[in-house]
């Protein structure tokens, strides 16, 4: 019978190991380009939008700032996991790091882990700040809150996990920094939609909640949300999970096997 004291301190050990990744790849982001350039892109995104609600809005309601600015956000994070997520494992073989960190005592599973866990926390982080501020433009402009922005923000930490699930796939899956970039953001951006429009023309079909089982139609409660259109709230999280958790499966194997 297996010593249950053991397993406990193998997996105390393997989630040391993860944070002992996660702490150095952070470092590598606060030290890069990457992070400067969302952090632009996402300032100057907040700046503009704040300015077209104060100077072209005509009397909104609160969700109605929200909706402006939530409109953009799947965009924003895709673009983040594209910078952050997609090359966090495929950097490691083309930049020949992985030499370093696979001839120290650590599992390959941990690595895997660690790389998963700050990519995917940075991005909360960071969209954590956008809503805030979102919050804080609405209630200057409006003189009020809307608990909805909390909704949208709970489906968009998912629809973040399931980013993350993708581009760590391609990730894992392409040699190439640039390959698994490129894949993740077209993949994403295009392919889903693509099918999902053949799918409806071909079945004469234009109501999107009769296909909620594809990425576009789950990760439109992120705004819907906040119009109030959401029709099934906890299955569009339960299949953005789907998403984002088989590519992760996928991605955590070939990486396991992987050699350098």
């Known amino acids: 019978?297996?010593?249950?004291?053991?397993?406990?301190?193998?997996?105390?050990?393997?989630?040391?190991?993860?944070?002992?990744?996660?702490?150095?790849e952070a470092l590598k982001f606060l030290s890069g380009y990457k992070l400067l350039i969302f952090g632009i892109i996402m300032i100057t995104s907040l700046l503009l939008l704040s300015i077209a609600n104060i100077i072209f809005m005509d009397d909104p309601t609160v969700n109605s700032v929200y909706s402006s600015f939530i409109s953009f956000v799947s965009l924003l994070a895709l673009l983040g996991a594209t910078l952050f997520t997609s090359t966090t494992l495929s950097s490691e073989f083309e930049e020949r790091t992985a030499l370093v960190l696979f001839t120290k005592p650590i599992k390959k599973s941990s690595i895997f882990l660690g790389k998963i866990l700050i990519a995917f926390a940075l991005n909360v982080a960071i969209f954590a700040i956008y809503y805030?501020?979102?919050?804080?433009?609405?209630?200057?402009?409006?003189?009020?809150?809307?608990?909805?922005?909390?909704?949208?923000?709970?489906?968009?930490?998912?629809?973040?996990?399931?980013?993350?699930?993708?581009?760590?796939?391609?990730?894992?899956?392409?040699?190439?920094?640039?390959?698994?970039?490129?894949?993740?953001?077209?993949?994403?951006?295009?392919?889903?939609?693509?099918?999902?429009?053949?799918?409806?023309?071909?079945?004469?079909?234009?109501?999107?909640?009769?296909?909620?089982?594809?990425?576009?139609?789950?990760?439109?409660?992120?705004?819907?949300?906040?119009?109030?259109?959401?029709?099934?709230?906890?299955?569009?999280?339960?299949?953005?999970?789907?998403w984002g958790l088989i590519p992760m499966i996928i991605a955590y194997r070939h990486f396991i096997k992987k050699e350098l």
């Open 1 to 24: 019978m297996p010593d249950n004291s053991l397993c406990k301190t193998g997996i105390m050990e393997d989630l040391r190991q993860a944070l002992i990744v996660s702490r150095y």
């Open 132 to 242: 805030i501020v979102t919050t804080l433009v609405g209630l200057i402009i409006t003189h009020d809150i809307s608990i909805d922005l909390l909704a949208s923000f709970g489906y968009l930490v998912t629809y973040i996990f399931t980013l993350t699930g993708i581009a760590v796939m391609f990730s894992s899956l392409m040699k190439k920094s640039s390959s698994a970039s490129i894949l993740t953001f077209v993949f994403v951006l295009l392919v889903p939609s693509l099918i999902l429009a053949v799918i409806m023309l071909a079945q004469d079909n234009m109501n999107v909640n009769d296909y909620w089982y594809f990425l576009d139609s789950a990760a439109a409660s992120i705004t819907y949300s906040v119009t109030g259109d959401v029709v099934n709230g906890p299955r569009d999280v339960a299949t953005m999970f789907v």
